[in-house]
């Protein structure tokens, strides 16, 4: 092989280091514990055949993730639903979208001491998540159940003071969606995401007094920066996500507390 064509392989061959160098580095993917992350390790072997070696970072809460993603700490999370990051977005600055639907996880509201939301006693308190995203969407469900009306106009992040009326004379407790499962002892009621529920050892299906129609705009998401959004690992984690094998993973473990969404 003449000098002229061995240097055109050495050029061809460094060319290609670079593909084959982002192929199989580490893609951190930051979750919640939990659904998420049980899913995404379902989501695991599936992505390293298409050359993703899934690193799964899990965060106790739904603030760091995105600040995480923002600081380039992590390639991509899979935590939140739509009208979270909207509002992330708008408050932080964060240069952050949307890839992909993954699943939804209808809220719910649990009690130990009341078995309906009809027992419910005058002066109840309910404890709620305490970010404007699921806050709000814990205010509409009781709204959609009749136990409140809210002012037209809030949108997904009403707050307490956007209550217009309020029969029961029910006293909303804000804190962090986490210690959702914790409360109960201490409050009538708590409205606790799925993801949390079941960490705290509680069953989204049979458990909760009342729960959230599964339709509407709370289906989570996969997120990346703009900047990455249109990259090849992208559409890998996707396609690796949204797999016939992932659904049925889903469907088997989670027996209707999680349903997909693609």
Request: net charge neutral; glycine share 8%.
């Amino acid at each position: 092989m003449s000098l002229k064509k061995l240097g055109l392989v050495a050029l061809f061959s460094l060319a290609a280091l670079p593909a084959l160098a982002q192929q199989t580095q580490p893609l951190r993917i930051g979750a919640t514990p939990g659904p998420h992350a049980q899913i995404l390790e379902a989501v695991k072997p599936i992505a390293a055949k298409k050359g993703l070696d899934l690193k799964i970072v899990e965060f106790s809460d739904y603030v760091v993730p995105n600040t995480a993603l923002a600081g380039g700490d992590i390639e991509a999370n899979s935590f939140q639903n739509q009208p979270y990051l909207d509002n992330q977005v708008a408050d932080r600055g964060f240069k952050i979208e949307s890839v992909a639907l993954t699943v939804n996880f209808p809220i719910g509201i649990y009690s130990k001491k009341h078995k309906s939301l009809d027992a419910l006693p005058s002066g109840a308190t309910i404890s709620i998540p305490n970010d404007p995203t699921n806050g709000g969407r814990a205010l509409i469900l009781l709204q959609d159940k009749g136990l409140i009306k809210l002012k037209e106009g809030t949108g997904y992040k009403p707050t307490p003071l956007d209550v217009t009326d309020n029969p029961k004379k029910i006293k909303f407790v804000e804190i962090e969606a986490a210690q959702g499962p914790r409360v109960l002892d201490d409050v009538d009621a708590s409205i606790i995401n799925t993801n949390y529920a079941t960490s705290g050892g509680l069953d989204p299906v049979k458990d909760p007094i009342a729960r959230e129609n599964p339709k509407g705009p709370y289906v989570n998401i996969i997120a990346v920066r703009s900047e990455d959004k249109d990259k090849p690992w992208v559409k890998a984690l996707v396609e690796s996500y949204h797999t016939p094998e992932v659904k049925k993973f889903i469907e088997e473990k989670f027996k209707g507390s999680v349903l997909t969404s693609w």
